[in-house]
């Protein structure tokens, strides 16, 4: 019988190793920093253990990242990600699953499921809340208008202060939309895509605020050194400069569905810099 032991620093090596196993796309340095990260910031908060390790017979054989964190309404959320199990056992692949899900948590989400856990997840509850993305060309998109739209650096008074603070922290951009019908807040993280820095939107209470300040957001970001952004969208989703596409992952969430229209905070966007 399959056996699950929480990811810690005395397992933290069969973690890399069976990650880097599952994903050689990545290299080990890309696992080490991030796993470091996350152990971090996990041990700072006091939110446990960073993901579970599957066992066959005491042999590492699974692993998936279970990163947790909790909003300022007091839900508990827990990321799915980087699942991955040893093609001998895949077959105790929804056996791993059912056990992670017997975690306490408010709210389940898996933001980059592969094709193959696409299919199988419905099957556990999840519900999809994006299917794709829009890919937009800030030098393009720089050209629209904004209708009054101001982009502002810095982290508004609001309820969840904390969590823009936290990810400033941690390296992500924290902006402040402002119209006339009042201040949203904004969190950008940066990734690294064939040796160029691209924007990811994690955090919005109200994409469709985003889309139409498309525009003076671009600017924003080109003067950051920018030249892409990548937000979640579904087919009719248009920006100037924007195109939609499949090619990013859906994303799925399991529980109440989240507050903000956009809600990837404390997740492998931040950590692992995806």
């Known amino acids: 019988m399959p056996m699950l032991e929480p990811i810690g620093r005395d397992t933290l090596g069969e973690a890399h190793a069976l990650l880097a196993q599952g994903f050689p796309m990545r290299s080990p340095a890309f696992w080490s920093e991030g796993l470091e990260r996350l152990s971090a910031h996990h041990a700072a908060a006091g939110l446990g253990p960073i993901g579970q390790i599957m066992r066959m017979k ?150 469709a605020a985003v889309r139409a300040a498309i525009g003076p957001l671009a600017r924003h970001l080109l003067a950051r050194g920018l030249a892409l952004l990548e937000m979640p969208a579904d087919p009719g989703d248009s920006v100037p400069g924007g195109w939609f596409t499949r090619r990013a992952r859906p994303t799925f969430f399991r529980g109440a569905p989240p507050a903000a229209a956009v809600d990837h905070a404390y997740s492998e966007f931040v950590f692992l810099r995806i």
């Open 58 to 207: 005491g042999e590492p054989a699974g692993v998936m990242l279970t990163i947790r964190s909790r909003r300022a309404d007091g839900r508990s959320v827990v990321n799915l990600s980087s699942w991955y199990v040893d093609p001998r056992f895949r077959l105790l692949a929804p056996r791993m699953l059912t056990r992670v899900l017997e975690e306490p948590a408010d709210v389940f989400t898996d933001l980059t499921p592969s094709p193959a856990v696409t299919e199988m997840i419905g099957r556990f509850g999840f519900v999809q809340r994006h299917a794709g993305a829009l890919l937009v060309a800030l030098p393009v998109a720089a050209f629209a208008p904004g209708g009054g739209a101001r982009i502002l650096d810095g982290v508004p008074e609001a309820a969840d202060a904390a969590l823009l603070a936290g990810h400033r922290e941690l390296g992500c951009l924290v902006l402040r939309l402002v119209t006339a019908s009042g201040e949203m807040p904004l969190v950008v993280s940066i990734a690294s895509r064939r040796g160029l820095p691209v924007a990811r939107l994690i955090y919005a209470t109200d994409l």
